[in-house]
């Protein structure tokens, strides 16, 4: 008897909660139209591609950071590119000056996963200090091996705060205070779908990614502030936009999945290519004077819809996140396994060291 009641009263909570959240999404629809169908994505270059104009873009040499440099470029902008490894800054920097004779391409090497103590920014900073930086885009990012938190040593988790938060965070706070950022600028940050969806093998990465999310926002609302405790002179006269972006899944060697679905019960059907992402993204800049969070895909955004109108309560939102993902699961760890012995994920696609740099279908 009890347990039918308590079946009963989760029946109906669930059911009243799913037609409130539809009722609320009803509600979005004239933003959602307005942020993917009316929404003119030229405005990065109308706002902020001015004479002599420089993008930074951190974690720039693989998977999204890249496709933004490399849409970026295509778009006529100067890009300053962060990478820790010059194996991969030198190459991507020698095609892209190749390719666009008349931008530049800088370097910017520097481990994310080391502390603000041991990078001294400042200092690395100072190379750029001519630079009119006018787009600053936080995409740096990473997930510490999947495994139980207990199996994860000190280390790993302090280096995935560290690529996650502290970076970002402290690249953002010098860039402002040496004057590095232009009068009129953007700061665009990634954030993730992780810091809103409840994913068992992922704590840290989606804690990380949910700090991000509320470190834009409340520096959006410090430099709209009059206070004078949060205002310097250099500061207080900029025009900045703040856009904190939400990714749902893109086809990376986080989630090394080459092959799409077309079924809505079939979490790849939310994949997207990193350039389809990155188009999407930047087409999203001038949004961040309306909105505080912005899903640069309607994918991703109908994805979150059909998860959030199930509530959290009796595992219901777990249950449609499981049944959503179990076509993912196993791809998404075979793709990790070919990553393992030599694959790699090249323009969304896994390719393999036997095919000669060819993408498989």
């Not at 929404?39 to 990065?44: E, F, Q, R, S, T």
């Not at 080459?258 to 790849?268: I, L």
Request: overall charge positive; charged content about 20%; hydrophobic content about 40%.
């Amino acid at each position: 008897m009890a347990n039918t009641i308590l079946y009963s009263a989760a029946a109906l909570h669930t059911v009243l909660y799913v037609a409130l959240q539809t009722s609320i999404s009803l509600l979005s629809l004239p933003r959602l139209v307005h942020q993917h169908l009316i929404h003119n994505g030229a405005a990065a270059e109308k706002n902020y591609r001015v004479k002599d104009a420089y993008a930074l873009v951190t974690g720039a040499t693989d998977g999204i950071g890249k496709a933004l440099v490399e849409e970026l470029a295509a778009r006529g902008w100067n890009v300053i590119i962060h990478g820790r490894s010059t194996q991969k800054l030198e190459p991507l920097i020698h095609r892209l000056s190749d390719q666009y004779p008349n931008q530049h391409f800088l370097p910017f090497l520097a481990d994310a996963s080391k502390s603000p103590e041991e990078l001294k920014l400042p200092e690395l900073l100072r190379q750029f200090k001519g630079c009119n930086i006018t787009l600053l885009i936080n995409n740096v990012g990473g997930l510490p091996p999947v495994k139980a938190l207990s199996e994860l040593t000190d280390e790993e988790i302090i280096q995935n705060v560290h690529v996650n938060v502290s970076f970002g965070v402290c690249l953002t706070r010098v860039i402002l205070k040496e004057g590095l950022l232009a009068r009129k600028s953007c700061i665009l940050s990634l954030g993730s779908i992780g810091s809103i969806m409840t994913l068992p093998g992922t704590p840290t990465y989606s804690a990380s990614k949910a700090f991000t999310t509320k470190f834009n926002a409340c520096l959006r609302e410090q430099l709209a502030s009059q206070e004078p405790i949060f205002r310097t002179d250099d500061i207080a006269t900029k025009s900045v936009e703040i856009i904190s972006i939400i990714p749902g899944g893109v086809r990376t060697a986080m989630t090394p999945i080459d092959h799409a679905s077309y079924s809505p019960f079939d979490g790849r059907t939310f994949l997207v290519t990193p350039a389809a992402f990155a188009r999407a993204t930047l087409g999203k800049i001038g949004l961040g004077q309306y909105y505080r969070e912005i899903y640069s895909c309607w994918r991703h955004e109908f994805q979150m819809g059909v998860l959030t109108a199930f509530p959290e309560e009796w595992g219901v939102r777990a249950w449609i996140n499981r049944l959503l993902m179990k076509a993912v699961d196993g791809p998404r760890a075979e793709g990790w396994k070919r990553l393992g012995a030599g694959w790699k994920m090249v323009d969304g696609k896994l390719v393999g060291p036997d095919t000669g740099g060819r993408k498989l279908d």
